[in-house]
């Protein structure tokens, strides 16, 4: 059992688990989203009749880790979280073509979770499942600035998790729950029409409106009001700062994920005391 555990060796252990967390999202995050292209461009051919395409298997397994540059397998040493970065110094040990910061930004970020959720919730099976639930909102949020997707593949899970995490922890918010979810996904899909009727562009996608139903689904609808106003105003205030400082920037669409994973990470940590306070200001 991990409460067993001296917390010597808890600590430890979470940060461990975190940082290896982290890199596997990594894979996702830059595998997933070629592996949905993929099976779009398959199924395009099939309703086109067309042949299908001959291609080497691709897959979350397949192949081995490789430099995006020279296709260089990456060697087991160098795929250490965090010191397999650092010990390269952010760069290809065969052509010496610069890697991403984005392996190590995510496998520290999947430490610092592990770490916030084992303080907040110890180690307990509900902890297990928001640590979950953030590491899928993690991915998210990088494949999101990545691309402007926001993959069903981990969108939808996250809701029935949601829905599922009520049922076996706060049965009595399982309601709450279910019309969190109606309600996060039609707030903002009657956004999205009426910013396309009044402007004749659409302002998000619908990938947008499935996270916050997901968020709904592991908050209750009572949160979404914050988590609304957390996304708009941070991404907001974020857009327009970069549009002010990159003017080739201006009038680019942004994506609105990762702001919504942002206000989800803060209800899901330390939502009872931000809604108490956010309460006492209405």
């Known amino acids: 059992m991990l409460t067993d555990l001296s917390p010597f060796l808890l600590w430890p252990l979470a940060v461990v688990l975190g940082l290896c967390l982290g890199s596997f999202l990594n894979i996702v995050i830059t595998r997933l989203p070629v592996m949905l292209m993929i099976g779009w461009r398959a199924e395009a051919r099939e309703a086109l009749e067309l042949p299908p395409e001959h291609t080497s298997p691709f897959n979350l397994m397949t192949p081995r880790s490789q430099c995006p540059r020279c296709q260089t397998p990456i060697a087991w040493h160098d795929n250490i979280p965090l010191l397999g970065w650092f010990k390269r110094r952010g760069r290809c040990a065969y052509c010496q073509a610069l890697i991403s910061p984005q392996y190590p930004l995510v496998e520290l970020a999947g430490g610092a979770l592990a ?21 899928a909102l993690l991915a998210m949020a990088v494949i999101d600035l990545r691309t402007q997707l926001l993959p069903d593949l981990l969108t939808l899970p996250l809701l029935w998790a949601g829905l599922l995490y009520q049922l076996l922890f706060q049965p009595l918010m399982l309601p709450s729950a279910v019309i969190g979810a109606m309600a996060g996904y039609l707030v903002l899909w009657s956004f999205y029409w009426l910013f396309k009727l009044v402007t004749g562009k659409e302002g998000m996608g619908y990938g947008d409106f499935k996270l916050l139903a997901a968020l709904g689904a592991w908050l209750g609808w009572q949160y979404l009001p914050l988590v609304l106003i957390l996304s708009a105003g941070a ?19 942004l994506p609105f994920g990762p702001w919504l994973v942002m206000a989800g990470w803060i209800a899901l940590l330390a939502g009872e005391p931000l809604m108490a306070l956010y309460t006492g200001l209405l």
Not at 118 to 134: D, S, V, Y
Not at 235 to 253: D, E, F
Request: aromatic share 8%.
């Open 115 to 135: 770490v916030a959720v084992l303080a907040l919730f110890g180690p307990t099976l509900e902890g297990l499942f928001i640590f979950g639930a953030c590491l």
């Open 235 to 253: 991404g907001a205030v974020v857009g327009i700062l970069i549009q002010l400082a990159i003017p080739r920037l201006r009038g680019a669409p």
